[in-house]
């Protein structure tokens, strides 16, 4: 976004009746093409934030380094800004931003974007020691106080008696609130107007027609900026003065500032610096391309970078600090004064000259103070360039040139300006070699190296020998790649066979290393730069990288400073006056600042195109240091000059904002501020997020790289290089947290960022209360299942129990059915065959007779009573009818055998009823021993039994008779009655006896049946 005016020839700096030149570093101006509103800019702020703010004739712009944002009046919309002139910006102690436009002063509630309009109009703004405003109108001087939300009178016109109001024949144009806590106006008629903490006025007249007071220096003096320069005054002893340093400043003066290191930049007919120190003086920033500083100045300011700003008639202009100095020499086709086309491959220097050789354009000399270029071709004829590929030169003793082409070795003559060829061939059928390396050692004697090995020249007479024994040992490489000249006078010389030779010039005695038959090494292009580290030891830069050799040991070991870096080659090394080591690559230069310390590994700093270089591909030992200390390199496009001590990188961490969070749902969109907003509370039903973020600098902004995170999203940090915003899905309910770092075009980092807290809450039915109500719900449901289930199996345990119990119940009613009545009929009938034996023995027929007709009865009986017994036991239940027809049976059996009594049974009821077959058996022998007893014991003349079942499931059984009753004797239970009481209890039935002397006898029985008591 900054438009970069420090290219070749594009700054002059010049001085303006000023004693010392200033290179103005990088200028940039921003206009309408890059989004300003308007190019009438009169007022710059720099929020707490790090946005820049403009007002101009037109709107108000908010600067983020790549994009404006612009507020206007629309009188359709309240709350917009009041008027689109804004004239002046301030931000007081709260972080309110006022703007004094046209109609009067506004305050941005920022967040909301709304626009307060205070009627009270104002030329100024200033602070007090309490962060409050303070602003001038046409009835005094007043401060607004926050907690009302108004402003309160300081002090009331008129100020002096017989004097006229500041406004608006006599416009307050500055205030300023000194150290003192006063405050200070200055007016269009050069007047001072000095308002103390009581409310008091003091005037003085000012002897410039207009006097603007800008600021207070350490020793309290004002600095005023006036219509003939810059004065000051003393309000100790009330005197004006010239400002020191100030006195070749003329012209009006309009904005004045002074910045956080001292110096005073003065906006007049020119930019003018004024260096702190006793020896202040002014100096002239100027430029010679388009010229954004020759036009009206309106306001100045300093960034939180460092950076000056101007508000000018012509948009804005920075002067940026951190804008890489590099001057780039390239060819352009249609200017003769350029360099040669090509690629550079060599450059030197000389007393203010620098020579660059490329690779089909030939030689050329360049005046680094004026820019001319001298360009030298191979022609035909003796005194030309001897090759169009100028792989080497080399500015040597005797005011001679040294170049090494492809067609070997040249010497230009300074003085005839006439080129001389070396010969190096062994007869004059040899073809010259080709010369890659030239240097000269401390006796000043020339040294080349060649494709055929290494020659040394006298500089005097051009006599070239071979000297024996470099690059023999490798016939089949004899080139020489490298030369250079320690601080010792030794010659080291590197091969392309990457053997490494320790020569003595004086001696020609030689010391070879095979360096070349180490794995790290095979196949490599030899050793192109050679340079000392410092501590005894070599660099060595190759194709293969950069190598530490250790001549003592002569162990070879890759660099530690580029073990962190891709394997890239090492073209050309270079210390500068500091010591650092530079580096050309493939992919820029490299600067390490302190390459032999241990923990200084990483590289310092990467310079490629983005830092203004023209190219980021370099060429083997294309690197030169200027007599003045600076460097020059060449690249396939050019060659560059910087000066390492100018070349200062941003330190600056930048401010990192979030601008805006959109908010993606079903229905559309929506958009979020999110000014002071900690935290965001998102439904759940949010489709999407999107993020916009933005690092406030201003140096390079295009350059600057991001890395964001969602915490609970993103499992790591996502580097998103220039891009400004993050997008993601619908967040699941949870809570997470968006963070954003960024880091400068030098690489410095805010790792702190900025960053907001989400929270998705969950729908109602996912809620922690909803959940636990459905636990609970889900338990409670979950309890009473297992209470169901395990109530079922209890019951049918129960019954399981009741069951065994009812069968281990009927086992003992048959076992005593058996033994009770068919035993004893079985006993009788055993007595009876042992009384008829007896009787048989005593010869009496008829006894015998008697008792085999008894015999006969009882075996019938217990015959009847099994039959009944297995009757039972022949089925799981009895209905009450099929019980009723066997007790039916059964009487009918005992009416045939007698008279009377008559025997009768009937059944009423549900006639389907059932009971166990144990129950029915019991009921049958009770009613069969109550009958016996009515017909033995009661002389009845009718017995009747009664089966009745009713609606409450249970079994009414009645024997009744019309006998007399005889009541048994004490402690007899009567006739049966005992085991009909217990026959029934065993059951679970009722047991009742009614009976009346004259009325017969009632057995009654009341049995519940059992569930599931139909058949």
């Not at 190219?615 to 083997?620: G, I, Q, S, V």
């Not at 059984?957 to 009655?977: M, N, S, T, Y």
């Amino acid at each position: 976004m900054m438009l970069t005016l420090a290219a070749a020839g594009v700054l002059a700096p010049r001085p303006a009746r000023a004693q010392q030149n200033v290179d103005s570093g990088a200028i940039g101006a921003i206009d309408t093409r890059q989004g300003l509103s308007n190019n009438s800019a009169f007022t710059l702020l720099q929020d707490h934030q790090g946005f820049m703010w403009v007002g101009t004739i037109d709107g108000l712009n908010r600067f983020d380094g790549v994009s404006f944002a612009t507020f206007r009046h629309d009188p359709d919309v309240p709350g917009s800004l009041a008027n689109n002139t804004v004239r002046r910006l301030w931000e007081d102690g709260d972080r309110n931003l006022w703007i004094r436009t046209a109609a009067g002063i506004d305050r941005l509630e920022r967040g909301a974007g709304v626009f307060h309009h205070y009627s009270l109009q104002a030329q100024a703004f200033a602070q007090d020691a309490q962060g409050r405003l303070l602003v001038a109108a046409p009835q005094g001087l007043f401060r607004y106080l926050a907690e009302d939300d108004r402003f309160e009178p300081v002090a009331a016109l008129p100020w002096a008696e017989s004097d006229p109001a500041p406004f608006a024949e006599d416009p307050v144009w500055r205030i300023l609130y000194d150290s003192q806590d006063r405050t200070w106006l200055s007016t269009e008629r050069g007047r001072l107007y000095r308002v103390d903490a009581d409310g008091g006025v003091t005037r003085t007249q000012s002897p410039w027609a207009r006097a603007l007071v800008e600021f207070e220096d350490e020793t309290g003096r004002l600095w005023v900026g006036h219509t003939r320069g810059v004065g000051t005054f003393d309000p100790a002893d009330s005197q004006f003065g010239d400002a020191p340093g100030a006195e070749h400043i003329t012209a009006s003066v309009l904005p004045m500032l002074r910045d956080r290191a001292g110096t005073i930049w003065v906006g007049a007919d020119r930019l003018y610096r004024i260096l702190p120190g006793e020896t202040a003086q002014s100096m002239v920033i100027e430029s010679t391309a388009p010229e954004p500083l020759s036009t009206r100045f309106w306001d100045i300011t300093q960034d939180q970078e460092g950076a000056i700003w101007l508000a000018t008639a012509a948009g804005l202009v920075r002067l940026d600090p951190f804008a890489k100095p590099f001057r780039n020499f390239v060819h352009n086709p249609t200017d003769p004064a350029s360099p040669g086309a090509g690629p550079v491959v060599s450059v030197a220097s000389d007393d203010g000259n620098l020579w660059i050789g490329t690779i089909g354009g030939g030689l050329t000399r360049l005046d680094l103070t004026t820019g001319d270029a001298h360009r030298y071709a191979e022609l035909p004829g003796a005194d030309s360039l001897c090759g169009s590929e100028v792989w080497a030169v080399h500015s040597g003793p005797g005011e001679q040139t040294w170049m090494g082409t492809d067609r070997g070795l040249c010497a230009l003559d300074a003085n005839t300006g006439r080129f001389a060829l070396v010969a190096l061939a062994v007869d004059s059928a040899s073809s010259e070699p080709a010369v890659f390396a030239v240097t000269h050692d401390l006796s000043g004697q020339v040294w080349a190296g060649t494709s055929s090995g290494l020659f040394r020249i006298d500089a005097a007479t051009h006599a070239a020998v071979r000297v024996k024994g470099i690059a023999e040992d490798r016939p089949e490489q004899p080139g020489v790649a490298g030369l250079a000249v320690t601080g010792d006078g030794s010659l080291w010389v590197g091969t392309s066979g990457s053997d490494l030779y320790h020569l003595d010039p004086t001696t020609l005695r030689t010391t070879r290393f095979a360096l070349g038959d180490a794995r790290a090494l095979r196949g490599s292009e030899g050793f192109w730069a050679i340079a000392e580290c410092g501590d005894g030891n070599l660099w060595l830069g190759s194709d293969r990288g950069l190598f530490v050799f250790d001549p003592a040991s002569g162990e070879l070991s890759e660099a530690e400073l580029t073990r962190s870096l891709p394997a890239a080659p090492a073209y050309a090394l270079v210390h500068d006056n500091d010591g650092a080591l530079w580096v050309s690559t493939n992919n820029g230069l490299l600067r390490f600042q302190h390459p032999l310390d241990p923990n200084s590994s990483s590289v310092a700093r990467r310079y490629t195109t983005g830092d203004g270089l023209p190219h980021a591909e370099f060429n083997r030992r294309a690197a030169a240091r200027l007599s003045d200390g600076r460097l020059a390199f060449g690249s396939l496009a050019g060659t560059t000059v910087l000066d390492p001590q100018r070349l200062l990188d941003n330190p600056h961490p930048p401010p990192v904002v979030i601008t805006s969070i959109e908010r993606l749902r079903r229905e559309g969109a929506v958009t979020i501020d999110p000014y002071g907003r900690q935290s965001l509370r998102l439904p759940h039903d949010d489709t999407g997020l999107t993020f916009e973020f933005t690092a406030l600098t201003f140096s390079d902004p295009e350059r600057t790289a991001y890395a964001y995170r969602l915490d609970n999203f993103d499992p790591q940090w996502v580097q998103a290089g220039a891009q400004r915003q993050a997008r993601y899905p619908a967040l699941a309910p949870g809570t997470y947290r968006f963070h954003v770092r960024a880091a400068n075009a030098d690489g410095v980092w805010n790792r702190e960022g900025v960053s907001i807290a989400i929270d998705v809450p969950p729908p109602w039915w996912a809620t922690l209360w909803f959940r636990l109500l459905a636990a609970s719900g889900l338990f409670t449901a979950l309890a009473l299942t297992i209470r169901q289930v395990s109530t079922r199996a209890l019951r049918r345990r129960v019954r399981d129990l009741e069951l065994a119990r009812q069968i281990h119940l009927e086992r003992e009613r048959i076992s005593r059915d058996l033994h009770d009545n068919i035993g004893a009929r079985v006993s009788t009938i055993l007595a009876g065959v042992e009384l008829a034996q007896l009787t048989a023995g005593s010869g009496n027929r008829e006894d015998v007779d008697d008792h085999l007709v008894t015999l006969r009865a009882e075996a019938q009986r217990a015959m009847d009573q099994l039959h009944e017994t297995v009757w039972s036991l022949n089925r799981e239940q009895v209905t009450v009818g099929e019980l009723a027809d066997q007790i039916h049976e059964h009487l009918h059996e005992q009416q045939q055998l007698r008279d009377k009594p008559s025997l009768r049974c009937e059944a009423a009821g549900d006639r389907r009823a059932v009971l166990s077959s144990g129950h029915a058996l019991e009921i049958f022998r009770l009613i069969q021993e109550a009958v016996q007893n009515a017909i033995r014991h009661a002389d009845a003349h009718h017995v009747q039994v009664r089966l009745l079942t009713d609606a409450a499931d249970s079994l009414h059984v009645e024997i009744r008779d019309d006998g007399a009753f005889r009541q048994p004797p004490p402690g007899h239970q009567g006739f049966g009655l005992a085991g009909m009481r217990i026959r029934a209890e065993q059951i679970g039935g009722n047991f009742s006896l009614e009976s009346e002397t004259a009325g017969g006898t009632a057995i009654r029985v009341v049995l519940p049946l059992p569930p599931m008591r139909r058949s």
